[in-house]
């Protein structure tokens, strides 16, 4: 069982930055790879970013690369997201996912083996 909150999320005008944390506590958090998914209103759950457990490889969706970024810190238990240049279309609920599987389908929001609870991230434009 892998617990899962995240923080950092809240309002910011377009052209800004934030940084979401997921705190992981459980089973061992380092040998899960995991990642970052968003969903908007209306809209479906989709894939962000992911990175291995290592922290060696990263992934990204095309629509944040170039822009965001993930992190881990396997000492404190923690995934970052910074994201920066934020767009009024990152508008969403960001969640952390401990992913499972190969690297190829961590896109799939069924390679999620725990969700956290999200956080809200608004872009004012």
């Known amino acids: 069982q892998v617990q899962l909150v995240e923080s950092g999320g809240g309002l910011v005008q377009a052209g800004g930055s934030l940084r979401l944390s997921c705190a992981a506590s459980g089973r061992t958090f380092s040998r899960n790879a995991m990642g970052w998914f968003r969903q908007a209103p209306g809209k479906e759950r989709e894939f962000v970013a992911a990175?291995?457990?290592?922290?060696?490889?990263?992934y990204y969706a095309d629509s944040v690369k170039g822009r965001f970024t993930i992190s881990r810190d396997n000492t404190k238990n923690t995934v970052y997201l910074q994201m920066n240049s934020l767009k009024p279309e990152d508008t969403a609920v960001y969640y952390c996912a401990a992913l499972r599987g190969p690297p190829s389908r961590w896109y799939e929001l069924t390679s999620v083996d725990y969700w956290g609870q999200g956080t809200q991230v608004t872009v004012s434009s």
């Open positions: 990175i291995s457990w290592s922290g060696a490889n990263t």
